[in-house]
């Protein structure tokens, strides 16, 4: 286990701190309550520079609006999308990035349900037939959709479970990645008809 130092203390409470912060802004978004506009006044004001406290790792979906599920002012999130946010090298690095030159200390990797990907790679993991357009997003949501699928029964809603794993996967991924040491990751779920972001546990 990592030596905790002063300075990794500080990064884990700036970071608990700014996971507490998104989730009161996703209650603000939640009541239709939002404290940013994000109008041109507010755009032309962030654009000498940027000071981001967090990157939210997402899905491509076009319901899936981080910036807004948070109510996050232009500057302050930083978001890396992929479908199924599969943590590809390109993705990767995005987080890499953020960590190493813009001093992000929380990655955020949100999933959200009735996602397509994880769909897809169901469809393919029952049939053993997929699109050839998917082939690489199949092979990448394999191994949580085949999990889901295999431990489907009445308590599992089989895509809703395919899409935690994948979370927690993800999670997992980063989190053991040098290149991302100190910074914390943590895994949640955006329901696409409430509107809220629930955290979702390693387990």
């Not at 990592?2 to 300075?7: D, G, I, K, Q, R």
């Not at 997402?58 to 599920?69: G, H, K, L, Q």
Request: hydrophobic share 40%; with cysteine; aromatic share 4%.
């Amino acid at each position: 286990m990592p030596e905790l130092t002063a300075s990794s203390l500080m990064d884990h409470h700036r970071a608990a701190s700014t996971l507490k912060d998104l989730l009161e802004g996703n209650g603000r978004f939640v009541a239709g309550k939002p404290r940013y506009a994000r109008d041109i006044t507010s755009a032309r004001e962030a654009a000498p520079g940027q000071e981001p406290a967090a990157v939210v790792f997402t899905c491509i979906d076009s319901r899936v609006t981080a910036e807004s599920v948070f109510d996050c002012d232009f500057g302050q999130l930083l978001v890396v999308r992929t479908a199924g946010h599969v943590p590809d090298r390109a993705a990767v690095g995005s987080l890499e990035f953020s960590a190493a030159v813009l001093n992000v200390s929380l990655v955020v990797v949100l999933g959200h349900e009735r996602c397509g990907a994880i769909q897809a790679a169901l469809q393919a993991v029952e049939s053993d037939e997929h699109d050839p357009r998917a082939d690489y997003l199949v092979e990448q949501l394999w191994q949580p959709a085949s999990q889901a699928l295999s431990e489907a029964g009445e308590d599992h809603d089989t895509a809703s479970h395919a899409l935690r794993l994948q979370v927690r996967r993800t999670v997992a991924d980063l989190s053991r990645r040098s290149s991302l040491e100190g910074v914390l990751v943590v895994g949640a779920v955006y329901d696409l008809d409430t509107g809220v972001v629930s955290l979702v546990d390693e387990n």
